[in-house]
Structure formats: C-alpha cells, structure tokens
C-alpha cells in the first residue's frame, strides 16, 4: 500500500465511522462515501476508487454478515486491516444542552450500544440509516430538543457541538475493518514470525459425512492457527456450505501450503482472498 493513492471508498455518508477508520488508515487519502456495501465494491473495481475500505465485525454487535457473503464474487483481494475503536458522542446544535434535549438520532447499533446513557437521560431514541446521516439531519434542523449520538468527526463536519463524550457502554466497543484492492500486495514471508501475516480465504464443503472435521485436521496437524470461521448457505440450498475462513500465517508458508493441499480433498472452489499484514491491535 505505498503507492500514492487518491481516493478511499466507504459505506455511510462523511463523519461516519467507516469514514474516521478511513482517515486513520490513510490520512492523507480523500474519502470517498458510497450509499450501500455494494457501491463500494463497485467504486473499486471501476477505479473510481482506489482502496474499499469495509467493517466485518464488532466486538459488541458481532459479524457484518453482508460483507462475507458479496467478498466471493467481488473480484477483489484483501490487503489490510484495521480496528477502530468506536467512540460514541452526543452531537447538538449550539444552544442545546442535555437538559434540552429530548429526541437522540441515530444507528440503531449506536443506540443499543449507548442504552444506559439514553436511559439515564430518559431520552427517546429515534433510529436512523447511519450515524452520520443523523447528525447532518440534527444540523438541518437546527432544534435545541434533537441531538445525535455519532463521531466527534460527524461534530466537526455537520458543525455541531459536543454535550458529552463516551457514551459507549462497553470501553472495548472496536469494529475491524478490510481494505480491498483490484491487486493483491501479498508482503515477503518471514519463517521467524509467521504471526505477522493473516490469510483469508473460502471454500465449499463436500457434502459427504464428516467433512468439516476432516477439512480442518489439516490445519490443526500443521500448526496453523484458525482465526475466523463463518458459514453460510449456498444458492439456499440446506445440503451446501459455503466458509469464509482466517487464520494465522503466510498463503506462501510451507505450513499452510500443506493445510490447503488437505483442505482439497475434503472442498472445493477453495478461493484466497489474500494474505496481508496483521493489525498491530493483535499483539495488544
């Protein structure tokens, strides 16, 4: 990712988190924001954009499940992640206070995950599409009793000030991010520190008896460390599986050469999405 890079493509309007995890990647980068998952896809593979930069998962609300399921047939690789941590602020327009206030917009996540603020407050929760759709909405109209629950960057853009701060009930509240790329940038393998590089990769299941458990041994066998592994139903049949799966180590590791060779047997259309730096947020 050292090439100059003009544009970051992302789901949500500015001041949104994807777009703060966007800016934290690559500061220097504009932004680009997209209406939905699949714009973004899109914006890269057109070269309208350069990188996508896409949530996968919460450590709150869980997967992003949409994310997983349009990676196969999107034609794009996986090059980098990023954890952002996810702080909630109560957004108004000047002259509100949290005595004023009595509506609070936004993300029905936002919302869930500021439940004990906005029950303490005894504000109604209004939901929106996204965070930062809320605050430009709050802005517009202007009004002391409505306030948005977003970024401090959604503050800055839609000028709104800050009532309070942290508003999250748990302090680990932390989305990963993918960044995808038309090519993949696979970094030099190390031997000495295989921890350095994750892989993610699909496959289909056999739909023969012990599949799956056989399918993983090789992994466990070679030493490799599963991260991640989500399944979903293929063309909504019950009999077919389809994983999305990561784990620890190089696509060029001998180890993990061997684990894939098994994983043959047992699957098929065995996809790699990518190999790419681990996220220094893994060894805190």
Known sequence: MGELLKKIAFQGQLGAYSDLAAR??????????????????????SGQADRGLLPVENSVAGRVAEIHQL????????VGEHFQPVSHCLLAPAGASLTTITEVHSHPQALQQSRQFITKQGYRAVAHVDTAGA???????????LAAIASRLAGEIYGLQILSEKLEDAAH??????????QAETPQFDPHHPESTMTSFMFRLRNVPAALYKALGGFATNGVNLTKLESYLVDGKFTAAQFYTECQGHVDSPALKQA???LAFYTHDIKILGSYPAHSFRRA
């Open 24 to 45: 934290a990647v690559f500061p220097a980068v504009a932004t680009l924001p997209c209406r939905v998952f699949e714009d973004v896809f899109a914006a890269v593979t």
């Open 71 to 78: 990676l196969p047939n999107a034609g794009l690789y996986i």
């Open 135 to 145: 605050a430009a909405e709050i802005a517009e109209r202007n009004d002391p009793t």
């Open 173 to 182: 509240n932390t989305t990963r991010f993918l960044v995808l790329s038309t």
């Open 260 to 262: 894939l060779d098994e």
